[in-house]
């Protein structure tokens, strides 16, 4: 017996039917839910809380409110550094963030953030959707609990923000930087102090001079975050997150507890979500590039010599936990997509893109 048959046999069972409206009433409010979401972000971060709040948004617009999400940003409930814990124990139904943050967890949720020299947006998505990812996703989530779905995207993130000119791979020998993540290992290998710290926090440790230096995303969410205000030396390409995907991540029996309509909801809202954010920072980053570099900053690019440092030192970062099995066959499965994705890209996209802009001058 289905679960409908069931309560509407129980409410109507030898009782008047006056009896089974007095009952009616009830059930349908027990079908409505409020699911609480944390983040990693805190409110107000430009783009990845409103990667959030459209998740969330959509979710409940999209249930007819059935669902409601309740957002609960960075601190508002618990910590940046905390979301992972809080659903997977049950304490919240789901967060929004990066998993690069919970590396200590296992060293494989990288391959569902980001890696250093790693996929772009795109790349990404053939290798979840389409080619593996999305079924390791489930087993490496489902051990701690959760179930994972891509839901935003912040597109090539900028190599960041410095005090002075990076000339060398020894000039970041002892510089204390914001940076996390394997690309923060990679730096570390270089000699840098390494500072892994939410985004909310970034800001005031610059400014105090706390840290010398820090990534954070791209022009726009960057100077919404007044980066431009402390320091003018910015390099525009980074070798750490071409592609970095950001998580709603959702506990498992709170996702398994919804009806099958409710979950492919959850799914679409969040692949709508991933779109729209990618799409959200990727048409905002050129006007703030352009006020940034009127506003007195300069705009630099790593030497040749700097991003073969980078590249030595990634590889080294990405092999060192090989050994673990579900990291070595997420590694296997993702560099074989990266590379099938790449031949066409590069043949594709990348040859036509190379020539309009000859073209177009």
């Known amino acids: 017996m289905d679960r409908r048959s069931f309560i509407t046999k129980a409410a109507l069972g030898g009782t008047a039917a006056a ?175 390494v500072q892994n710290l939410p985004g909310s926090e970034v800001y005031q440790a610059l400014s105090s001079g706390a840290i010398d230096g820090t990534e954070w995303i791209g022009p726009w969410a960057d100077e919404k975050a007044g980066f431009q205000e402390i320091s003018k030396f910015y390099y525009t390409a980074g070798f750490h997150e071409p592609g970095p995907n950001l998580n709603m991540t959702m506990n498992l029996d709170v996702y398994e507890s919804l009806s099958s309509s409710h979950q492919a909801i959850v799914e679409n809202a969040c692949r709508a979500s991933n779109l729209w954010t990618m799409s959200l920072f990727m048409a905002n980053n050129s006007a703030a590039l352009q006020r940034l570099q009127s506003g007195g900053v300069q705009l630099l690019e790593y030497s040749d010599e700097i991003w073969d440092a980078f590249g030595t030192a990634a590889e080294e970062v990405v092999q060192e936990p090989m050994g673990d099995d579900i990291y070595d066959r997420c590694y296997e499965s993702y560099m074989a997509s990266l590379e099938s994705s790449a031949n066409w890209e590069g043949r594709s996209e990348g040859a036509y893109t190379a020539q309009r802009n000859r073209v177009k001058g």
């Not at 009896?19 to 430009?46: D, H, I, K």
């Not at 969330?56 to 979301?83: C, K, P, R, Y």
């Not at 200590?104 to 389409?130: D, K, R, V």
């Open 19 to 193: 009896a089974a409206s007095t009952l009616a009433a009830p059930a349908y409010a027990q079908g409505n839910r409020t699911l609480t979401m944390v983040t990693t972000w805190g409110r107000g971060l430009a783009g990845v809380h409103d990667s959030a709040q459209y998740c969330a948004d959509a979710i409940t617009a999209m249930t007819d409110g059935q669902i409601t999400v309740d957002l609960n940003a960075a601190g508002e409930l618990v910590g940046a550094f905390e979301v992972f814990d809080a659903v997977s124990a049950g304490q919240a139904d789901m967060y929004h963030g990066v998993d690069y943050y919970f590396l200590g967890q296992h060293p494989a949720l990288s391959f569902f953030s980001q890696i250093p020299f790693g996929m772009t947006f795109q790349e990404f998505n053939n290798w979840f959707y389409h080619d593996g990812g999305g079924e390791l996703a489930d087993e490496l989530y489902s051990i701690f609990g959760l179930k994972a779905f891509p839901a935003g995207n912040t597109g090539p993130q900028s190599g960041g923000w410095f005090a002075k000119e990076m000339n060398s791979p020894e000039d970041f020998q002892g510089l204390r930087f914001r940076m996390p993540g394997q690309g923060g290992e990679v730096l570390g290998k270089l000699g840098a102090s």
